[in-house]
């Protein structure tokens, strides 16, 4: 049943299956810009701002895709298998690491962790 969703699944943006790029961060709350950092950018602000300019038209080329989760995901259905289908079927993955997002692998024994998943 997992088998043929995830041989069936679809991109909600590109509406395709493969993906040139796959966009790893750690979307965590707490994490990032605040008073004790201002100006600092928090790795969902980078992911984001790396998915725009990656999918931005050039003259003469094919315009890639980019799985971005807020952008690919599609909604009302499990989020771990489309996010499994982008990471196993896109061509380069793009892993942001900063020492915030690191932090909570540390728990990874007690805690599940998503990016730590990814990295593995």
């Known amino acids: 049943e997992i088998a043929s969703f995830l041989m069936s699944w679809r991109c909600r943006e590109h509406r395709c299956a493969p993906h040139d790029f796959f966009v790893s961060y750690r979307a965590a709350p707490g994490v990032g810009a605040d008073a004790r950092h201002p100006g600092a950018c928090d790795d969902k602000t980078v992911a984001r701002d790396i998915f725009h300019e990656l999918s931005r038209a050039r003259p003469g080329r094919r315009v890639p895709t980019v799985f971005f989760d807020k952008k690919c995901l599609v909604d009302g259905e499990p989020w771990q298998d489309g996010f499994l289908h982008g990471l196993q079927h896109s061509s380069v ?28």
């Open 93 to 120: 993955f793009l892993l942001l690491i900063s020492c915030e997002g690191l932090a909570r692998i540390a728990s990874a024994n007690v805690t599940q962790d998503n990016v730590l998943l990814e990295y593995e």
